[in-house]
């Protein structure tokens, strides 16, 4: 079984640049969720979709993060525009069953470094 | 607020030598409580989770991590380290009321030969 694929792996911006991030989850999982991690910390959710709808965006900086999940497969998360703080760790995770606590899997992150 | 609390940001042990990490977290109901590894450059694993029962758990790796529900903690145990056991720990706790998790700040760990 194929896990969590995430790209690009590494990206360097300059500060009020943008940025795209893509996940591809795990084949049939319904739920996908959003994660940044910055140095020193645990991850923090972003923002959680169950198929093609959001459940919780409550941490999304909405002023400048937008994701979607066209057709509740693969999702994209951008900034824009991106700012120092912005850089860290964004982990995708997906698992195979809504409103539970079913095990999340993780990709290897996008490691992103605003200058 | 809901926490979750890792003492210690960095241990260092022995090949072969016992482990352990700690965790406590705050919430007034039951979580659901979590482990999960980080090595370097790659995404977490989890190690092993408990939702009720049993209150040792046991995981992949010979891990295992034991709930204290009067003592708020998840500690996450091994008895004899292997070098490839250096990464980054991260206890997660999960609440009833949602599903989100909140994680610790991470232990990282460190084997020296």
């Known amino acids: 079984e194929a896990g969590v694929a995430q790209s690009p792996r590494y990206k360097i911006i300059e500060k009020r640049q943008s940025v795209a991030f893509w996940c591809n989850p795990i084949?049939?999982?319904?739920?996908l969720y959003w994660y940044q991690q910055i140095l020193g910390q645990g991850p923090k959710l972003l923002i959680q979709?169950?198929?093609?709808?959001?459940?919780?965006d409550s941490q999304l900086p909405k002023d400048r993060f937008s994701a979607e999940r066209l057709k509740g497969v693969d999702s994209t998360l951008k900034i824009q525009p991106a700012k120092l703080e912005d850089s860290a760790v964004y982990l995708c995770?997906?698992?195979?069953?809504?409103?539970?606590?079913?095990?999340?899997?993780f990709g290897p992150g996008t490691r992103l470094l605003v200058l | 607020a809901q926490s979750v609390t890792q003492p210690d940001i960095h241990i260092t042990v022995s090949e072969g030598a016992s482990l352990e990490l700690r965790c406590n977290y705050s919430?007034?109901?039951?979580?659901?409580l979590f482990w999960y590894v980080q090595s370097p450059g790659q995404g977490l694993q989890l190690l092993l989770k408990?939702?009720?029962?049993?209150?040792l758990v046991q995981g992949i790796k010979g891990f295992e991590a034991e709930f204290k529900r009067s003592q708020s903690s998840f500690n996450l145990r091994k008895p004899s380290v292997h070098w490839s056991d250096a990464a980054e720990y991260f206890c997660?706790?999960?609440?009833?009321?949602?599903?989100?998790?909140?994680f610790g700040a991470g232990t990282t760990v460190t084997v020296r030969a």
């Open positions: 995770a997906s698992s195979s069953v809504a409103g539970s606590h079913e095990t999340q899997y």
């Open positions: 084949s049939g999982h319904a739920t």
């Open positions: 979709f169950q198929n093609n709808g959001v459940v919780d």
């Open positions: 919430y007034g109901a039951t979580p659901y």
């Open positions: 408990y939702f009720s029962g049993d209150t």
């Open positions: 997660a706790v999960g609440f009833s009321n949602d599903y989100k998790l909140s």
